[in-house]
């Protein structure tokens, strides 16, 4: 995202800019833009985190135990309550 024709500077008495006006497009596109930032940035600490790989190492060995079912084989059409709609069991 370069230097737009639509911006606007609000410059102080010495001529220097203290602030943008953009088209809300712009604005919105850049708010965007930070809050995918922001979830890569959590989603990286949490993945470093100890307490995260321990869990995620249990989840797996619960896994390859045979302890539980992976989501994907709960939620293939086996059950008749997915389609109803209903979650409860």
């Known amino acids: 995202m370069g230097i737009s024709a639509d911006e606007q500077y609000v410059v ?8 943008v006006i953009l088209p809300i497009e712009s604005y ?7 809050s995918e930032v922001e979830d890569h940035k959590e ?8 307490e995260f ?3 995620v190492k249990k989840g797996l060995d619960d ?12 939620w293939s ?8 709609g209903c979650l409860n069991v």
């Open 63 to 74: 896994v390859k135990l045979d302890r539980i079912k992976p989501w994907k084989e709960v």
């Open 53 to 55: 790989k321990k869990l």
């Open 12 to 19: 102080n008495e010495k001529g220097n800019p203290t602030a």
């Open 77 to 84: 059409g086996t059950h008749p309550w997915p389609e109803q």
């Open 43 to 50: 989603t990286k600490i949490l993945s470093q985190s100890k």
């Open 28 to 34: 919105k596109k850049i708010l965007a833009i930070l």
